[in-house]
């Protein structure tokens, strides 16, 4: 065990309903987040948390390129000007490309929109924060923008959008067998490391953050796989999985995923 302290924010997705996390790792002196948000008031209760921490914000990892990942850091940015902000260069490369479309999409959002996509330093390596090495895994080719960092000695999983509790789990961006099956394999990976803390990108924030998680998404993949290949349609798959997962939330996940596997509309 380090003496590092892991604290898990959830935050907005949509706006207004916690489905989406980030975790503030504090030190005795140091803090770093590991994602920044989807809008700038959930940047805002960012900064608040690594100010109540009271420690100095560092260090800042953007894990992925959707913009609830993303859309929070110029706040951060702004109050702590002096930190570092990384991303891999797949994620920094697919922000680029699509901030521009990301904000119309998400163009009622208003003021609560960020006005600037912020500058990252690329992460290819193994990130050290306060001397400890915070392992970057994942990146297999089929899915070159899909990493996490894991740090052994906490036995800690964090940032990516790999893992899903409580949620319907997203798969409109991954919807081809080879993908699939390296998601399988990186979850499986994740289990052999025996994980004590695993905080998923999206979850329920009554969710467990623990290796359960992990099961909870390789069980939905295999659902989602068979009810997808067993439907006529989208649609009917979509009954199908709000059946299956009542209590999950995220159902436009459940929405959107058969009907681009099943070719009824293309998505990204």
Not at 108 to 133: C, K, Q, V
Not at 154 to 168: K, Y
Not at 226 to 232: L, P, S
């Amino acid at each position: 065990m380090t003496d590092l302290t892991y604290t898990i924010i959830d935050g907005d997705f949509p706006a207004g309903v916690k489905n989406k996390t980030a975790t503030l790792v504090t030190s005795e002196n140091e803090a770093l987040l590991v994602d920044a948000g989807f809008t700038r008031a959930d940047g805002h209760r960012l900064v608040a948390a690594a100010l109540d921490a009271g420690r100095q914000l560092t260090t800042v990892v953007i894990s992925h390129a959707d913009p609830d990942f993303y859309f929070g850091a110029e706040v951060i940015a702004d109050a702590f000007p002096d930190a570092t902000f990384l991303a891999t260069p797949e994620v920094a490369a697919a922000m680029a490309k699509k901030y521009e479309g990301k904000l119309k999409a998400w163009a009622a959002l208003g003021a609560n929109l960020p006005t600037r996509l912020i500058e990252t330093e690329p992460l290819t390596s193994d990130l050290t924060f306060a001397g400890h090495t915070f392992q970057l895994k994942g990146a297999p080719a089929a899915l070159p923008d899909r990493t996490y960092l894991y740090q052994a000695e906490d036995r800690a999983i964090l940032g990516g959008v790999l893992v899903f509790a409580d949620e319907h789990v997203w798969i409109a961006d991954t919807p081809r067998d080879e993908q699939l099956d390296a998601w399988d394999a990186l979850l499986s990976e994740m289990q052999g490391l025996e994980p004590t803390l695993v905080v998923p990108g999206h979850r329920q924030p009554s969710a467990a953050a623990d290796a359960s998680a992990i099961a909870y998404t390789l069980e939905y993949i295999a659902a989602f796989r068979r009810i997808v290949a067993e439907a006529a349609d989208g649609a009917t798959a979509t009954e199908e999985l709000l059946r299956a997962y009542p209590q999950a939330g995220m159902q436009i996940a459940a929405q959107l995923g058969p009907k681009v596997v099943k070719g009824e509309m293309a998505w990204g």
